[in-house]
């Protein structure tokens, strides 16, 4: 051990990316782990399989890896690898801060803390069922370590598990304990570069119909999404009303083995109290007042495809006993019907923009029900999160329309349209997006009419478009200066770093771009009380050191420049 530490935090300072450290912090922990097999009277009965990193910071998996016994680079996610862990262990792991044991074929879970209990408790949801026992023993795995990456703050960002094969070992210590510190050791060396370094560039990967445009962000998650879409395992999608959950679970089952068979989507938002049992079950004739006619739920009707129940904090307690009862046994009855029950063969994917964790603490919501639906947990990035996509919405939001109105007619979004949409805020998300672009083409058709020809959308529409939205009922500016102020202070906290207030002078050079792309520069600066400057002709200069603010601000939050970039550069130019 004394020689390893040394080499692996040499490979570690050398990797550049995390499947670099992965490859690396795996290989040594496997090595460890056939040491101790070597080492133990299983020695002849027994064998490592892999190892996998899963970095999932956040309760959110943002980072896979998965390195087989005898191979020199971790498994591309991508090509569908079956990557499995127990939500029991993820859970136990957090709990107990510590590595636990799995026996999967008595199904006990065994934290190593001190005086820690061997649990096999059905409150501890996930692993008890027999599909995750399935699932564990179709990759041959009957024992497995599962460790916590702890960073040096204390924060648990995700956990790596170890895979061996050994039934004799069924019901008895394996070498998981005894290797333990060693193995955590090593997971405490790595946590850091694991946690901190970035993914390897991914190719964009090919549009579709079901999702239509992918930037950069979302390049990145989609390799995680693509092993997700294969399990049949619960997926919990978390992200901002409006940010494309729905889209995302449609984009899942496609690529799933459940393609070509129903998806159905029971948006709870619309659904009353009262009748969510209904919904999700089905009913007979009679059971309830107004029940004509026997109706199949959405369970039923999603048979043998993908459920996505989206909005899933509005459940009742009631209909979320219900849920649970259906995730365990993958069983129900609709209402009114008399004895027995249905099998359901359904995969379920979930959707919130609340903080389910939250709402637990709250009462709110069922912690077993929580740890059922937190088994591949992902978060949907908001809009302006992926600030690059937005050009790419837009144009494909104005196609999309024009084609229903004209199938052989050309439509486009110019630059300066483009420019002004990403220098918006978008709290709305693509919903938001959607209904501005609508506007501006209604407003652009009315030109359209009479000059003929491809459709364009001009700046000015944009902006006519964004003055609607801005209409009575918009954000106070007291009250959304206070909250640029406050994202602001978060993003400094986030960094752990101070974040230099005058930064914030900014603000003046963010409000001069927004006001010129609307009515122009020369009108913008009068508009913004400083004629003066444009009668002097001095508002050139006093546009670029303004901008020069911005863009200090934008490389300071690691952005590559800021919406009004183009602005600067024409002032450069001139």
Known sequence: MHQEMPQLMSALRGAKDFETAAATTLKRMLAVAQ????????????????????????????????????????????????????????????????????????????????????????????????????????????????????????????????????????????????????????????????????????????????????????????????????????????????????????????????????????????????????????????????????????????????????????????????????????????????????????????????????????????????YRVNVLPVRMPALQERQDEIPLWAQYMVNRRHRERSPEGNARVTQDAERLLVGGTWPGNLRQLDNIVRRAYTLAMVEHAVSGGELVLHEKHVARALDYEQAPGGKPLPEALRAAAQAFVAEARRRNAPLDLDLADAFRGLVLGVAIRQVGRDDGFKLLGRESLVKNRNHHKALKRELEKVEALYKALGEDSSPFADLLSEDEAA
């Open 35 to 370: 040491e101790a097999v070597a080492s133990s009277r299983y020695a002849a009965r027994a064998r490592v399989l892999r190892g996998i990193v899963h970095l999932r910071p956040g309760e959110a998996y943002r980072r896979l890896a998965a390195l087989d016994v005898g191979s020199t680079e971790i498994t591309d996610a991508s090509v569908g690898t079956p990557f499995f862990t127990s939500a029991t262990a993820w859970r136990a792991v957090v709990e107990h801060r510590c590595a636990v044991s799995i026996d999967v074929n008595v199904g006990t879970v065994q934290p190593h803390a001190p005086d820690a209990p061997v649990t096999g408790d059905p409150g501890l949801a996930g692993f008890h069922s027999n599909e995750s026992r399935q699932r564990f023993l179709g990759r041959h795995a009957t024992h497995v370590c599962v460790l916590p990456l702890r960073t040096p703050g204390g924060s648990i960002e995700g956990m790596i598990s170890l895979e061996a094969d050994c039934l004799a070992a069924m019901g008895q210590e394996f070498v998981w304990r005894e290797a333990g510190e060693q193995l955590q050791l090593l997971a405490d060396v790595a946590a850091p570069y694991l946690a901190g370094l970035p993914q390897r560039p991914v190719a964009t990967p090919e549009v579709d119909e079901f999702l239509p445009v992918v930037g950069r962000s979302m390049a990145e998650l989609l390799p995680i999404l693509r092993v997700f879409a294969l399990q049949d395992e619960t997926i919990l999608i978390s992200g901002a009303t409006g940010a494309g959950k729905s889209r995302l679970a449609r984009w899942c089952h496609e690529r799933s083995n459940r393609r070509g068979k129903p998806f159905e989507t029971l948006d709870l938002v619309t659904v009353p109290e009262d009748l969510q049992m209904a919904e999700l079950f089905g009913w007979k004739k009679g059971a309830f007042t107004g029940a004509v006619r026997d109706a199949p739920g959405s369970v039923a009707r999603a048979d043998g495809g993908t459920l996505f129940i989206d909005e899933i904090d509005k459940l009742s307690l009631k209909a979320q006993a219900g849920l649970l009862h259906l995730l365990e046994s993958r069983s129900y009855r609709p209402l009114g019907e008399g004895t027995g029950e249905r099998q359901a063969d359904v995969r379920f994917i979930i959707g919130t923009n609340a903080d389910l964790h939250a709402e637990v603490r709250a009462g709110r919501f069922r912690e077993d029900l929580y």
